[in-house]
C-alpha cells in the first residue's frame, strides 16, 4: 500500500487522574460535566475524577503523586504547602471572589450577624480550604472572637447546625437553600462581604512539580478543556441542566445559581488576583512564617495561565 494511503491510526486518550471538591457544586464539578459532554475527549484525556470535601484533602493527594491535577485546593494551603518546599505547581485560578458562599444559623437562632458570634463555633470545611480563609477574614472584619471548626462538606455540615452541634455553619448553592425558602434556617454572612474578597482568588489549580516537569503536554491540554468548558457552560443550557440533575432542583434554581453564585468572571483561570491578601491571612493564621517576597510571589505563580496561550 502506498505511504499516502496508509490507515491513520488514532492517538489513545492519555489517562489523567483528577481529584476534586464538593460534588454538585458549579464551578467544582464543571469538569466532570466537561468529561460528560466529551470535551476532555476531544482533548484525547481520559479523566478519573475523585471526590473530597476539599482543602488539604486535594493538597495531600497531588503532594504524593496519588493524583495528577487538584481541581480546587484553597489557596492557603497552597502558599503553605509551596514554603515547605512541597512538591506542588499552581497552574491556574479557579475561583476568584467569594459569591458562592454563604454562612448561616438555625432560624432560631439569636444570632443575626457575624458580630454576635463572640464565642460561638462557626463552620468551614477542611483546614487550608477556601472556607477557612474566607471564614477567617469574615470573622477578623467582624471584630468578633469565634472557633472556627473544621464541619466537612456542607450537607454534613447542615446536620451539625440543625442538630445544634455548630452555631454557624457554611454552604454554596444549592445545599440548604430549600431549608431557607422553607424557614428553617437564615443566611446571616456572605463570601464577599468582607473588604477585598470579591477580587481575591481563593481557590486554584494543583499538580504535582514532577508531574509538571515530566508530563506538561498533558496539563495543556487538560487547560484547554477546562477553558473550553467553561465557555460551553456558559453558553447555553446543557450544563445547567446536568447541575439540575445532579442537585435535583429545577433549571431555574439552576440558573439562579450559576448567574448569581457563579459569574463566569470568577471561574477566569487567570490570572491569580490579590495575592498580598491571602499572603497576610496566611502569615496571619501561620501558615506561612513570613510573607512571600517578590520573586517567591513569581515563582509561586510562575505557571498560572501558562499552559493556555
Not at 491513520?8 to 459532554?37: C, E, H, N, P, Y
Not at 514554603?83 to 499552581?90: F, L, N
Not at 448553592?173 to 431557607?180: D, S, W
Not at 433549571?251 to 490579590?274: C, E, F, M, S, V
Request: net charge positive; with cysteine; glycine share 10%.
Amino acid at each position: 500500500m502506498a505511504a499516502g494511503l496508509m490507515p491513520r491510526v488514532a492517538r489513545a486518550a492519555d489517562k489523567m487522574r483528577i481529584v476534586s471538591s464538593q460534588k454538585g457544586f458549579w464551578d467544582t464539578t464543571l469538569i466532570l460535566f466537561g468529561q460528560q459532554k466529551g470535551i476532555f475527549a476531544d482533548h484525547k484525556l481520559d479523566l478519573d475524577i475523585i471526590w473530597s470535601d476539599g482543602g488539604s484533602d486535594i493538597q495531600q493527594a497531588v503532594i504524593t503523586g496519588s493524583t495528577d491535577f487538584g481541581v480546587a485546593p484553597g489557596i492557603l494551603g497552597a502558599l503553605s504547602a509551596f514554603e515547605k518546599r512541597a512538591p506542588i505547581a499552581v497552574t491556574n485560578a479557579a475561583m476568584t471572589g467569594s459569591s458562592d458562599l454563604f454562612w448561616y444559623v438555625r432560624a432560631e437562632s439569636p444570632i443575626r450577624s457575624l458580630a454576635d458570634c463572640n464565642g460561638k463555633t462557626i463552620a468551614f470545611s477542611r483546614p487550608g480550604a477556601s472556607t477557612e480563609l474566607i471564614a477567617s477574614t469574615l470573622i477578623d472584619h467582624a471584630g468578633v472572637k469565634a472557633k472556627l471548626v473544621g464541619t466537612g462538606g456542607p450537607g454534613a455540615t447542615l446536620t451539625q447546625v440543625m442538630s445544634g452541634q455548630i452555631d454557624v455553619g457554611w454552604s454554596a448553592p444549592t445545599v440548604g437553600l430549600a431549608e431557607e425558602r422553607a424557614g428553617k434556617l437564615r443566611i446571616i454572612a456572605r463570601g464577599n462581604d468582607a473588604p477585598g474578597l470579591a477580587a481575591q482568588t481563593v481557590r486554584v489549580g494543583m499538580t504535582n512539580s514532577r508531574f509538571l516537569a515530566e508530563r506538561s503536554e498533558l496539563l495543556a491540554r487538560l487547560s484547554k478543556g477546562m477553558q473550553q468548558t467553561i465557555d460551553w457552560a456558559y453558553d447555553g443550557d446543557e450544563a445547567l441542566q446536568m447541575y439540575a440533575e445532579l442537585n435535583r432542583v429545577d433549571i431555574a434554581t439552576a440558573r439562579q445559581a450559576r448567574d448569581t453564585n457563579y459569574p463566569k468572571a470568577a471561574l477566569a483561570l487567570a490570572p491569580i488576583g490579590n495575592i498580598e491578601l491571602s499572603i497576610a491571612q496566611a502569615v496571619k493564621d501561620k501558615r506561612l512564617s513570613k510573607p512571600l517576597t517578590p520573586d517567591q510571589i513569581k515563582a509561586f505563580t510562575a505557571n498560572v495561565g501558562r499552559f493556555l496561550a
